[in-house]
């Protein structure tokens, strides 16, 4: 299985560094969303705007590149010929949706970088980290928060062959929810229990706080907490998900042809 689990990530990481969109979505999407979200912040007096401008714009990159990589993932293989050969495979299609998820999402982390060398070079922006091991451990959790969202999402694809629409209509939303960009109190207070629900959301907060001068233990073990929970869930979402689409698509037989 880890072999089968290495190889995999590696293979999706070439794969799908060879894609045009995902090289956009990795290089050019997070260095426009640093000039626009320096706009957005460049009178604002905001104390912590270049947290929120190097690591908004690296957010939004990280998210975008999943969506139209690990989610488009199950359209590209259906349309290839090749899903039910993958998902009937001695390999089970598990441990390669992980494999492919984790690749994807650590080729997208690049993203990061991106655009903490955009803000540095064009406008003299510096990304403050008083506490590396810390801001280090929390993007770890950051890392696999957004492995663990992005797997029950794949498997809810395997199910339509709309997933171009779907990967379209979670990209945006997702980043305002979260509040990749701004504070989430600006928010109207509907949205409030679904940015909750959202493990981005906490993993945004727990990098803002790791930033700050001096650390709120209080706040930031809560956030872990909630951080863990919601992996938790996510994780038992995908058992739960898996099970159910087994069982349709083994008694249905209409892999390639769901809608």
Known sequence: MFNVLWGTIKIQMKNSWAR????????????????????????????????????????????????????????????????PFLFTSPSNYNVLIVAKTIGNTLLASLTLVVSWLTAGLLFRLTLVVPHPIVFLGALVVTIIGFVAISIPISYLMLLSRKT???MNVLDIPVTLL???????????????????????????????????????????????????????????????????IQLRVRRNATLEVSE
């Open 178 to 244: 979260c509040g990749f960009v701004f504070p989430l109190n600006v928010l109207p207070q509907w949205t409030q229990p679904i940015s909750q629900a959202l493990v981005p959301t906490w993993s945004t907060r727990l990098l803002h706080l790791a930033l700050q001068p001096t650390i709120d233990w209080v706040a930031l073990r809560t956030t872990m907490t909630w951080n863990a929970g919601l992996i938790l869930l996510y994780g038992g979402l995908t058992v739960v998900f898996w099970h159910a």
């Open 20 to 83: 045009p969109m995902f090289r956009f979505t990795l290089i050019a999407s997070p260095m426009l969303n640093t000039v626009l979200i320096y706009e957005m912040f460049r009178h604002s007096g905001q104390s912590d705007a270049a947290s929120y401008i190097i690591l908004g714009s690296g957010l939004m990159g990280l998210w975008s590149s999943i969506c139209f990589s690990s989610i488009g993932d199950i359209a590209r293989d259906r349309y290839m010929g090749v899903l």
């Open 164 to 166: 171009g629409l779907y």
